[in-house]
Structures are given as C-alpha cells and as structure tokens.
C-alpha cells in the first residue's frame, strides 16, 4: 500500500577501491607542480559543490538559535544565540507524545515486515515448488504499483471497521509482508551456499528449522538492513500517516506535528527550523550509527542474479 | 491454495458487510433528561488558540442544565478533518463548522442530517429567533442542514493614525475612493519595496482581503443566474471587479505598470505576519486599511488606534452601501453522530440560549445569531464593532448562494483571479467564460 | 510453502488484488462519501478527458517535473559521484557533505526550503539581492517558480541517485581503464566509453524508479501549500504545486469523490505501465548488461 522504501544508504566507509590509481613515483618537478594545482583546483570545486549542499543546512540551525525579529530580518548571524527556541517548541508542541506514536509506527511496522517477510523470501529461494517464477515476478510487479490505485478502498474498507484514525492500518499491512524487503531478503538468501540447507535436509531438518537455525542467524545483516530501511521509511513517511491518523492530533507522528506546527505559529521561522532539526537529529545519528548494516543494503539492491 | 484465497475473500467480504450497516434512521423524540444515564458529548471545532479556550469554557452551563452530560470540546478541527472524521465513521456528536460554503456539499451527500425531524420534534425549538439572513446560508433545498451558531460581518479596517498622518478624515465610501485613499497611504522602502501597503486587493491576503465574495460584493456581482447557472462573464459586474483590481495594482503599487505593483505585492503577502494574534499587518501598522471580519477587533493590539467602517462599494451602487458579507460559523449534526438525541440537545441550547451567545459575543467578538442576544443589554463590545451588528442586520448583506458543489463554487473563479492579479491571463472575458463553463460543468456533474 | 508464503498471499489478496478491482469498479461510479457508490459508466473518464480544467492542469505539472526535474538529477547526480570517485584526502568528509542533506526528513527538508527561498526573509533571496539581482523570484509565491524550487530541493537530496551512481563507477572495473590508456584515450572519452556504459544499468534504475516516483510527487507539494498558502488549497500557488497525486488527493481525501479518485488512479496506472514499457524498450540501445539482465 505504501510507496517502497527508496534505497538509502550512507557514503563513508565505502570501500576504497581506487587505490590502485595512486603510484607513487619519482616525478619531475614540472609535472609535480602540474599535479599540485590540479589538486587545488579539484579541491576548490569539491568544496564548492559541498557548500551548496552545507550552506542551506547552515542557515537552518543559525535561524534556529535567532529572535523572532531576527529570523524576519537579513541577518545571517544569531545576534544574540537564543538557545531557548528548542525548549520553546518542546513547550509548543508535545513532541515526546509524537516521539513516541513515530517510535511505536516505526518499531511494530518493522517487526511486523522482518517477521512477515522472512518465510515468504525463504519460500522464494530454498524451497521448490511450481510457479516460484510467477510468483517472485507478483512480487516485484506490486512494488511497480502505484499506490495510488489501491489507496482509495483501503481508505473506505478501514473507515468501514473503524480504523480510521488509528496506528492500525498503518502496522498491520506490515505484517503481511512487503515486497521490497522480500525481494531483498531473497537476493541474500540465493547467495548462501546451497550445501549449507542441503546437509541440514539430509539430516531430516524441515524447513521451519532451516530457516530458523541455520538461514535467519547466517542472514543477520540483510535482516538488519531491511529492518533499517523500514524503520527510517516509517519514520520519515508522511503519506500514510497523513491519510490515516491525520484526523486525530493525538495520533500525529513527528512528521505530522511538524508540519502542522505553522498551524499556530505563522513566520516564526526560527521555531519552526529549530524543531526541524530536532527531528533531524535522531534520523542523524542512526544514519551514522548504522552505516555498515545500510551499505550492506545497498550491495544488495544492485546485486543481479 | 485457491481454499484459501476463497476463505480470505469470503471473510474481508463479511467484516466489510457487517460494519457497513449503521442505521441511519433518525429519532426524534425527546430525551428523558431527569434520569438519564451519564453521557459525554464531542464536539469539535476550528477555533483554536485564545479563542478555544473562551469557546470551551462555555460548556460547563451546559452540564449543570443536563447534570447526565460532559462536554468533550476539541479544537482545531476544520472542515477538512471533520468530514474525514464523518467518512472515517468516527463521528463527533455535533460538528461546529466555519464552512458556510460547505452546506450545500455536505447536506447533499449526507454528511451533514437535515435538523427539521428535530426542530419540529419533541425537543424542539422555535426558529423565528433567528434573523432572516442567518437562515439564508444554512439552507439548501429546505433542509436546514445547520444552525447558526455566532456570525461572521466583513467590513473594512482602517488605521486613524495613518489617515491623521496623511490628512484623511472620513472612511472611504466607493472604491474608487478606496484607490484614492491607498494610493496616499502607501509608502514604499528605499529598495523600491513596500513598507506600508494602504490597501492590499490581493486574494491570498489573508483570510479576507480581497477574496471573490468580498470583492464580489462590493461590486454587486451575482455568482448565479436566475437559472441557477454559473454568472461570471454574463453578469458585467465580475469584469467590471477585475478590472478595477487590475488597475488599482498598476496605479498605486507600480507606477502604472501591473506587473511592477504584482509583484511587489506578492513579495509583501509572502511577509506578512501571523493573522491570530497582534503580529498581522494591521496591527503592525504594515497595512492601513483591510477587510476582515469583524474578530479583528479582539486580535489588534491596544496601542494601535482604528475605525471600522462597512465595504466601499462601486459607483452606482451607492444604494448597497451599509451591507456587506456576513455568514459565520454553524452547527451541525454529522451522520453518524453517536448520540443523535442527546447531540440535537447540545446543538439546539449552543444555537438559542441567550447568555451563552452573548457571552461567546463578548469573549471573542464574534455577533450573536438570535433576535435576543443581539438585543442583549450585557453586550459589551468595542465601539468599532457597532459597523458589524449593522452590517448583520442589513437587508442587503448575504454569502454566496449554497449549491450542491460547495466550495467548488469559487474554485474556478478563485483560480482565474490568483492568475489574473499575478499578470498570468490577459484576456479578462474569456478567462470569465472559462470559469463559468467550469462551474457550470461542475454543476451539471453533481446532478447525476 | 503456503504456511511460509500465508503473509504474503494474504497481503496480496487484501491489500492489492481485491483494492485494484474495487477501484476498477468504482471508477465507473458517482461514489460520494458517505454515500454510496452509483454506477455511471464512463462518464469519469469522459469528464476528465474532456471537461475537468484541473486535470489537464495536473498531467501537465506533473510532466514538468519529471522533463525537467529527473534529467537535473541524474546529471547532477553523476556529477557529484564522478567528484567523490577520486580517492584524495578528505573524500570521506567529503562524502558526508554531499549526502547530509538526503539524511533530512522530507517534512525537514522542505520546509527548510520554505523558510530558505521566503521571497522576503529567506537567505537566498538576500544573497541575491546582496549581489545586485533587486527583483529574486518569488519561489514558492509564484507558479512560475514553485516547481523550480521543488527542482532545487530535489537536487539538493540528491544524495541517494549519487550513491548509487558512486558505488556503481567504483565497480568499473580497472582493467578497462588501463586498456584505454594503452589506447591513448584522454579522459573524456574514457568517461563516455568506458564509466558511462558500465553505469548504465544504475542510470537505468534511477530513471525507471524516477518515472514512477514522479507520477506518485505529494509530499513537497502537499507541504509546501500548506506551510505557504491556505490549507484548503493543496496545488498552491495558483495550483502550479497541483501535481497528479496532489489532485488526486484533492478529489479523493478532501472532496471524498471515491469514484472519480479511482477512475484518476487507474488512469495514472495505465500511463505510468505505458512509459516503464516505453523506457524498457528504449533501453535496449543505451543501457549496457554485463553478463545478463535484472532478472536473468
């Protein structure tokens, strides 16, 4: 129902695979100077692009810590460093109640998708059975759906049992697997050498064993990498959570509250950016924190068969 | 593997049949109110900020005259959210609505029952209390699909100190004077931008500046024909508006070229500061005159000295004078609404009751809706108000006509005028065409 | 294997298949919420074909951004990942910097630019203004430069195109590129020869998944009119943000027309099918496979 997970991942520690480019070599002195401003020249334009990726990113936190005069004036420079703005949207809006609905979306929607998504992908890579093919192809056939084109009964088909507004159709669709993560999950499992569950089978292991034992402890990254790119997706996702706990302003998530904070607090542009990047900061962090389990994502998506 | 597929089907099938079939058939006999057992009523409400708190506090009377009910008052749900709360099948008890050009849309679809089988029932209440013009926009097609509850009156706003500053005594009567008086009042920053705008005829200024049914008004423009078909380009009083506009953006913001003052103006509209409190640009003193309505009077702040006066009106029209827009906020009882009698009883004591009316009228500067809370000796309301009560009780004064396309009504002449004040379409009659071809199809198109 | 499969095939019966065939058939319906559905035949279609100004004023919008708005970033994108392919000092600093900004919630983000590009108060148009251009657009005040905005919020998240577009110039392998030394080529057509074709793949990916992101655009538009304008009018300004999904939304969540937002659906499935086939086809005469497709 929702759109999939773009595939996000983080830039540091990839692996450097240039090093060959480099020889170190005895070079004449023209050619070192060559090189020298060569290098200056890339740098100044590395840095130039970086400072238009940097720069607006700047000017948010400035305006953050800025009067509201300030913020509606042509100063750049927090004259003077009014910290208190962040305590201030913690008096404004309650961001720990949107803190914590965006932590329960986010967490049961994604052991509802690793549990969910787990069997469905081991049924798509270890076992046999007629019309694998065709199914595999559903699978990713639905993650080319528009979302749009099944939105508007689940809409009307939730309203009917009364979930609307409420967590539940945002969680329970979750545990009935999505197909990006299964499709991820199997490119992983293909990779696990077949003798590995053969001798298992041979030894008269059924397939929840296999699976359980010996294919879900061996696949602990992809797992933790589909798990991550769930959770960054339903923290971030705005859609859904507009459509089906919208109405209720108990049930808004930080992507909803933020949204709606100019609801009272017209230009107070420094408010505003200040609690942006207070609901940056964790998606920050966790970007940092996990950036081996999202590359290892990553090697997977472009993985071919 | 089929099996299952059937089964699956087959079960969503019956979860969705069984939760389709609320009754929809409305009691309207009287509640027992002495033995009753303990209720609690929701209703929502697109108040928000000072003005929430002033609405909720008016419900404790409320409970003291029915000891069985608890009022659960929630703010800052607008028409938006509320009739996805009514779709989502998870009604308020009572809907208290700003969106007077909804009652058409929504009695049509059913979202909004029609009060007669209450009015006219065991509870109910008499509705010559109300004035004639309250009534006019809570109808559509004899179904009363709301009560009125507070009104809204549009008038113009003007800043003496500004007027003293430039010599100005009076208000300005005709637009044209209303052009005359900006052009004085305007004045620009060394950039060449506007520092303060004498008048800002802009649709996106706000609520209410320049909006097709102000505007519309003050130009005795009909937005139906008698048919009941849309009368943008036959009706000469929409051109006769734009054009003014037109030329009122040219001549006081850019020196006689439009796109100059256009643009300006759009610059000036992106800063303006925040409408719900003393921040807004007349209180500011960033604009000197303005049509809003006639709450402004509780947001501006003490420093800032002001008169109010009713809409300038086109020459000709001198006769309308005195009148203007006026329709506020209603109630309403959605379908669904979990407790239809007991709502109906919240809904009918918010609508009548004297004390409470003028009181929500003190509190928030809104006018009262009934013949006896306007007579009110506890009125207390600012001078400047006065303009409003008038403007209320004018014979001329009235809102859109409701139609089964609500909002939509305005869509397309509203979008013909944010291009057309931003220089985007020439052509004035045939833009005028489009948007009545549009509504009219539009119409057409609600009639299936 | 149905024990294991169970989710998916329950999912898929509730969730995909018996939604499509619901909105298949209410897209033939008058179905005005909280009414019921009424069988009208084709005249939603009829209707938006041929009467509806604001459909029209969505298809095309929505074209805009994806003719001008996915081309910007795939160029951009493999700009910034041809820069970070070098290995020089710095270049995981360097790495962060471009993709800071994609970290950033699109709720974050895009009202970052909206206080960014405020025609009045926003640091760009100071900057501008700083360096002697007196008229800076109004950006999200005006239809003429709304979705340019949402263009440059688009680039400025480029980060996950890059990326990909990164890891796949670092699996080029190096081979390929000593052979072309030996041939003498300078590093211009090393680029178009041999990185370009052996990136096409990733490219591909990125215009396909591009494609279909592009008729699904709300978000931005949806949170840009509502921290700009008033918030009944989702498309603001002057509905230049009225992108397909954003009418659809308009139709189907704000006016609850269920059956016209479904004939709108299915009309936005239909297209964006047509356009992956067109693009799979054209694809077999730039995109470069080594060893086998996607799905072999």
Known sequence: MSAPPRTIVS??????????????????????????????????????????????????????????????????????????????????????????????????????????????????SRMRWKGRQVVFVLVLSTLMLPYQVTVVPLYVWFSKIHWIPSFKPLIVPSFLGDA???????????????????????????????????????????????????????????????????DDPHLWTLALGLNEFRGQYHVEFNLMMAASILFMIPVVVLFFLAQRVLIEGVTLTGSKE | ?????????????????????????????????????????????????????????????????????????????NDDKAIKQINAGNSPDVVMSFGVDNVGLFCDSGAWQDLNPFIQG?????????????????????????????????????????????????????????????????????????????????????????????????????????SGQAAFATDPGWAAMLQWQHDFIAEVYGNGDFQTGSDKLTAFVAGAGNEWNAQQDLGKGRVAMTIDGEWRNAFVPESLNYDTA???????????????????????LPKGSPHEAEAWLLLQWMATDTATLVQVANNINNVPTTNDSIASADLSLPPQFTTFMDVFQNPNSHWRPNTAIGLELATYIDAFIQKWQAGEAMDLQAGLQDAQDQTNDALAQAQI | MLLFLSPWIVGFVLLTLAPMLASLYWSFTKYQLPGDPKWIGTLNYRFMFTKDPFFWVSVRNTIWIIVVGLPLRVVFGVITALLLTRKRRGVNLYRTAYFLPTMAPIVAA?????????????????????????????????????????????LWGVGDAMIIFLAGFLDVPQHLYEAADIEGAGRWPKFLHV???????????????????????????????????????????????????????????????????????????LVSMACTVLVLRGSKRWVHYQGGGFLK
């Open chain 1, 11 to 124: 830039t540091e520690l990839l692996p450097a695979r240039t090093a060959a480019e480099i020889v170190p070599r005895a070079m004449p002195p023209a050619l070192v100077r060559r090189r020298r401003l060569h290098t200056a020249w890339s740098h100044t334009l590395m840095i130039a692009v970086a400072m238009l990726f940097v720069l607006p990113m700047v000017f948010v936190v400035l305006t953050s810590l800025m009067t509201d005069a300030q913020a509606l004036s042509n100063d750049f420079w927090p004259k003077p460093f009014q910290f208190s703005n962040y305590s201030t949207v913690f008096h404004t809006i309650p961001v720990g109640l949107y803190t914590w609905n965006t932590v329960q979306i986010a967490v049961l929607g994604t052991i509802g998708v690793v549990v969910s998504s787990v069997p469905v992908a081991y049924a798509l």
């Open chain 1, 180 to 246: 990006f993560s299964i499709f991820l999950l199997r490119q992983f499992f293909l990779s696990v050498p077949e003798e590995l569950t053969d001798a298992a089978r041979v030894d008269g292991a059924s397939h929840w064993q296999i699976m359980t034992r010996i294919m879900v402890p061996l696949s602990k990254s992809a797992i933790a990498a589909i798990a991550l790119f769930n959770f960054l997706y339903n923290w971030n996702d705005f859609f859904a959570p507009l459509l089906f706990a919208g």
């Open chain 2, 1 to 77: 593997m089929r099996r299952t597929l059937g089964v699956a089907v087959a079960v969503f099938a019956l979860v969705a049949a069984a939760c389709s079939s609320g009754g929809d058939s409305s009691s309207a006999s009287a509640v027992d109110t002495t033995s009753h057992a303990p209720t609690t009523l929701k209703i929502t409400g697109e108040w928000t900020g000072e003005e929430c708190t002033k609405w909720q506090s008016i419900f404790p009377a409320f409970e003291q005259a029915y000891p069985w009910a608890t009022v659960d008052a929630v703010c800052n749900v």
């Open chain 2, 122 to 226: 065991g509870d109910g209440i008499d509705m010559s209390q109300f004035p004639e013009a309250a009534l006019t926009y809570t109808t559509y097609n004899d179904e009363q699909c709301a009560l009125p509850f507070m009104t809204d009156a549009f008038g113009l706003y003007y800043n003496t100190d500004l007027f003293d500053a430039a010599g100005l005594t009076e208000p300005p009567t005709t637009t044209d004077e209303l052009v005359d008086y900006a052009k004085q009042l305007t004045t620009l920053n060394t950039d060449g931008s506007i520092e303060v705008a004498g008048f800002v005829p802009m649709s996106n200024y706000y609520c209410c500046a320049g909006t097709s049914v102000n505007m519309g008004y003050m130009f005795g423009a009909n937005w139906l024909d008698d």
């Open chain 2, 310 to 332: 009713p809409l300038p009106v086109a020459p000709g029209l001198e006769n309308q004078y005195g009148g203007g827009t006026v329709g506020g906020t209603i109630l309403a």
């Open chain 3, 110 to 154: 895009t009202l970052a630019f909206v206080f960014l590009l405020n025609p009045e108060h926003g640091p760009i148009n100071a900057l501008l203004r700083s360096v002697g251009i007196d008229d800076p657009p109004l950006w999200f005040f005006s239809p003429q430069w709304s979705k340019p905005a949402l263009v440059l919020l688009g």
């Open chain 3, 195 to 269: 990185s370009l074709p052996m990136v096409s793949p990733v490219i591909f990916f990125e215009v396909v998944t591009g494609i279909i992101f592009g008729f699904q655009y709300f978000a931005q538009a949806y949170i840009v009119a509502f921290n700009t304008g008033r918030e009944a009018n989702v498309g603001d300004p002057q509905n230049s943000l009225l992108f397909y999904s954003v009418y659809l939304y308009r139709q189907g969540f704000q006016n609850f027309k269920m059956g016209y937002a479904s004939a709108m659906a299915w009309v936005l499935l």
